[in-house]
């Protein structure tokens, strides 16, 4: 049969042009992290999230998640900001290179639990206010809240119950004003020394303990090294998740659902995962021969009324004494409304 190759042609070229439409039209989201892909909360999470969006954007929106070896959260969301990549978790604390107010969510005994912190981050208008100057400030979009957990004290010494207990310690610290300050308040000594040294350094009575969440005492070698831990959850660590704004902007609106809809999928298995883990973590902690106290809400009353008046002063100071007050009025009210 003969054919018109000089119709041929264009027809391929038309052919090609109009798949060539439906590429374009696809858009490619990197959901990047510093952890490594593992059996935990945020990988789960993650892989749910891709799923969940690439179905009911109708494949308009490819997910790829990038594991580990991409830079500190930090860079992470340095490069969110400039479109490098479209989505990022981390911890509150990271964020506070961008917009240092964030440093208010580091106030000792904040939160009673983690059905607190969720109901405060999601429903206040606090933080709706926040996380407007979040993005007007710090050019990112949160988009959803999750738990990393509470961080416990730790130590060589004995058990820590009551804020005397921490008196004359010698703990290890990040170096962070906040938690400096938090443990000067209670009559300990804070060391800042990097984490990769911290087990080594408790090993050898550098310091006599410090302080984390269940699942860094183990991932950090620290239940070997320790005899106690006290569970008075002193410090709620918050995990926001971020967006590039310009990017939900360009995408139509079953696609921007879909991704704003997979976020909450996100935030439910990390929940789920995250609490589950800091109960199982704390039973491994125990089994490896540390003697484990859950401090009472009595005992934690204490601790906040000795901690919690230095810190917010020092956070008044640097972020302004309304700011402060404001955000810790409406965490005490929600609080009220819960309990």
């Not at 490069?79 to 290179?97: E, K, N, P, Y």
Request: with cysteine; hydrophobic share 40%; proline share 5%.
């Amino acid at each position: 049969m003969f054919v018109n190759m000089s119709f041929k042609k264009p027809l391929m070229a038309a052919v090609f042009m109009c798949s060539m439409v439906g590429v374009a039209q696809s858009e490619t989201l990197r959901f990047a992290t510093t952890l490594p892909e593992a059996d935990n909360p945020e990988t789960h999470a993650m892989k749910a999230f891709k799923k969940y969006v690439e179905f009911h954007s109708d494949g308009e929106v490819d997910v790829q998640l990038l594991h580990g070896g991409v830079g500190g959260d930090r860079e992470l969301l340095e490069s969110v900001r400039s479109g490098i990549f479209q989505m990022t978790a981390t911890t509150d604390g990271a964020l506070a290179s961008f917009y240092p107010k964030v440093q208010v969510f580091s106030t000792p005994y904040l939160f009673s639990s983690v059905r607190s912190a969720m109901k405060f981050m999601n429903e206040s208008e606090v933080m709706d206010d926040f996380v407007e100057d979040v993005s007007e400030e710090a050019g990112l979009q949160i988009v959803g809240f999750a738990a990393d957990g509470f961080r416990n004290f730790v130590n060589n010494k004995h058990p820590i119950r009551t804020p005397e207990d921490v008196q004359g310690l010698k703990l290890r610290s990040m170096e962070s004003p906040v938690m400096i300050s938090l443990m000067k308040s209670l009559g300990a000594a804070p060391t800042p020394i990097p984490f990769p040294e911290s087990a080594m350094a408790i090993r050898q009575g550098v310091v006599d303990g410090g302080e984390n969440p269940p699942s860094t005492v183990i991932n950090g070698g620290w239940s070997d090294v320790i005899k106690y831990m006290s569970l008075d959850e002193h410090i709620f660590s918050a995990v926001f998740v971020y967006s590039n704004p310009r990017f939900l902007e360009k995408l139509d609106d079953q696609s921007r659902r879909a991704v704003l809809d997979g976020v909450q999928l996100y935030e439910s298995i990390m929940l789920a995962g995250k609490g589950q883990g800091y109960l199982d973590d704390t039973q491994r902690i125990r089994d490896k021969g540390v003697e484990v106290y859950v401090n009472t809400a009595d005992e934690k009353a204490l601790f906040r009324e000795k901690a919690q008046a230095p810190v917010l002063k020092f956070l008044s100071d640097e972020l302004g004494a309304d700011y402060v007050s404001n955000f810790i009025l409406a965490v005490e009210e929600n609080e009220d409304s819960l309990y």
